[in-house]
């Protein structure tokens, strides 16, 4: 083990210069760390790379006594724990993957104070040897790292973070901080209640990610797309690339071998040492490209990802943030970029459907698409948007995203949405029937092919009454149909069905905006990163 830090006057600027290597505090870092240092509680929202570590890591130094830091990443505990030690601090672990000699020899060094810093997963919390073992020496602060686990309705939720409210209870003395890069005001009150945390102060940084360039583009060939977004403008740079599914992970990564890039896959189907060895390799090598299921990221520490694309549509705004917050932790000029299309729409709305939890759960996770996916179909700044959800300062236009740098135009597509409404009408009450989007959209450009023929929907009076616009224009108008809750999906084959909201388009009450869908994309390619 590294030798103690000597930290004359325990001068916070001092520690972050001699120890850290740093000339200067970020933010409000300085305020954080005095808060702790101070003996009070502190709850840190901060972006992602805004500098959270250095606000309990360096008030672990200041104080007597260990810092106990729970965090949910067992797996990356061991690196965090190293970069320590390669400064001079000492530091240890406990979790589940240790042996027990060493498990002792960390429960000693404890005890008798001769670490600054001690890791724990949560659930470490709930046995009763960690309690007795805490209690046995002293606790300088607790720092409660990914604080967002304790939301209930977040998307990382970890039902053992609400134990942690007995932090407090038995150690009421000891102060506490929480971290979290997750920032509606909902999960920052829910954190506030669930680890009872009253009496602290609240310090919240810019959610603004200046150099990431945010990109949302139509999905036609999302792996085609992929390879010419990567090809022209990233070739050689290390980046993550999200699917919804372990099977597109695989053919995902596979497909980019084949086409002579580095990628590695990672799910959490992988083997553990596989996806350990894949983890290292993308930490630790130049220009590889993981392609991951959300499994993948949290706590990952890499400066230079250059990009994060996602082929499949995020859960919500604050899934797609975090996950996009991944790049660019450099500061430098990073892409984040999403391909997205109609089928995510059903995909997603049958996952809702099919939840498990009552009508309460789904109601929050259909709240939580429809945010995502009003994003996706803003005609506005992204940024702004995604921003204002946080609810943060709007800006109006930053002119570092797609609708920035190519404004997308709009147009009044009622007429096109009550085509398209009526087909889904008349197949119910003159045929009781029921299609997926394909046959409506056959219908409406008057088709005859077998399945449109087979069933005699050339007779209809909506037949062939579409062809202003292309195919793909209709699946545009669809997938907004659908984003907007005028129109609904049902069952295992996407079927199209109408919603309450529906009749006031046919019945001419309400008129629907669109954002026109590019007749001919250039694989999805906006304007080259400045
Ligand atoms: P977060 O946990 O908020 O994502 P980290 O604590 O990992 O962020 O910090 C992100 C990066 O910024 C790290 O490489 C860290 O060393 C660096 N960093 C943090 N504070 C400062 C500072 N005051 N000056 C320079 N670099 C800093
Ligand atoms: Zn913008």
């Given amino acids: 083990m590294a030798s103690p830090v000597e930290v004359r006057g325990k001068d916070p600027l001092e520690i972050l210069r001699r120890v850290f290597g740093y000339d200067e505090f970020r933010g409000s870092q300085r305020e954080i760390i005095d808060q702790v240092v101070g003996g009070g509680d502190a709850l840190v929202l901060m972006p992602t790379g805004g500098g959270k570590s250095l606000c309990y890591q360096i008030p672990a130094l ?12 067992i797996a990356l505990m061991q690196d965090q724990v190293d970069a320590l030690h390669a400064v001079g601090v000492r530091a240890g672990f406990l979790n589940s993957t240790l042996d027990l000699d060493i498990r002792r020899m960390v429960e000693a060094e404890f005890r008798a104070g001769e670490i600054d ?4 997963a949560p ?6 040897g960690t309690v007795r073992l805490l209690e046995s020496g002293k606790i300088a602060l607790f720092a409660i790292d990914e604080a967002h686990c304790v939301a209930q309705w977040g998307h990382d939720f ?3 973070y609400l134990a942690l409210s007995m932090l407090h209870e038995r ?9 979290t890069a997750t920032a509606t005001t909902a999960t920052h009150e829910e954190i506030a209640t669930r680890l009872d945390l009253k009496d602290a102060r609240h ?5 603004d990610r200046p150099n990431i360039q945010y990109r949302i583009v139509s999905k036609r060939e999302p792996r085609r797309q992929l390879l010419d977004l990567l090809r022209t403008e990233h070739a050689g740079d290390a980046g993550i690339v999200y699917c919804l599914s372990r099977a597109s992970v695989e053919k995902t990564a596979e497909f980019l071998v084949q086409n002579g890039i580095a990628a590695l896959p990672y799910h959490a189907g992988l083997d553990a040492g596989v996806r350990a060895g894949n983890q290292k390799r993308f930490l630790r090598e130049d220009g590889l490209i993981m392609v991951a299921t959300i499994a993948f990221g949290m706590g990952i520490d890499k400066p230079d990802v250059r990009f994060v694309a996602h082929l499949d549509l995020p859960k ?7 996950e996009t917050g991944r790049a660019g932790r450099d500061g430098l000029p990073s892409t984040a970029w999403l391909a997205y299309g109609l089928q995510d729409v059903v995909q997603q709305r049958k996952l809702i459907e099919g939840s498990e939890g009552d009508q309460a759960h789904r109601r929050n996770l259909a709240g939580h698409l429809d945010a995502m996916l009003a994003l996706c179909e803003t005609v506005e700044c992204r940024r702004g948007q995604l921003l204002a959800y946080f609810g943060q300062a709007q800006v109006e236009k930053c002119g570092n995203c797609d609708t920035c740098l190519e404004p997308p135009e709009s147009w009044d597509g009622t007429i096109a949405a009550q085509k398209l409404l009526s087909t889904v009408l008349r197949l119910k009450r003159e045929r009781n029937q029921k299609f997926g989007a ?7 450009l008057g088709r005859q092919n077998e399945k449109v023929v087979q069933h005699g929907h050339d007779s209809l009076t909506v037949f062939g009454i579409g062809t202003e616009l292309s195919e793909a224009q209709w699946r545009g108008v669809v997938r907004q149909l659908l984003a907007q809750g005028l129109l609904a999906v049902e069952g295992d084959y996407g079927t199209l069905v109408l919603t309450d909201a529906s009749a006031e388009v046919l019945g001419r009450q309400r008129t629907v905006m669109m954002r026109r869908e590019p007749e001919r994309p250039a694989a999805g390619r906006t304007p080259k990163q400045k």
């Avoid at 310090?203 to 959610?207: E, K, L």
């Avoid at 919500?316 to 975090?322: K, L, N, T």
């Avoid at 394909?438 to 409406?444: E, H, R, T």
Wanted: charged share 15%; hydrophobic share 45%.
């Fill in 438 to 444: 394909g046959q409506s959209i056959d219908i409406l």
């Fill in 62 to 73: 200041v104080r007597d006594g260990v810092a106990v830091v729970i965090s949910p990443l």
């Fill in 123 to 128: 659930e470490a919390l709930g046995s009763p």
């Fill in 203 to 207: 310090f919240v940084a810019s959610f």
């Fill in 117 to 120: 810093l001690l890791y724990l």
């Fill in 316 to 322: 919500s705004v604050e899934g797609y943030y975090q």
């Fill in 171 to 179: 150690w009421p003395d000891v102060p506490r901080i929480a971290l």
């Fill in 158 to 160: 970890r039902p053992d």
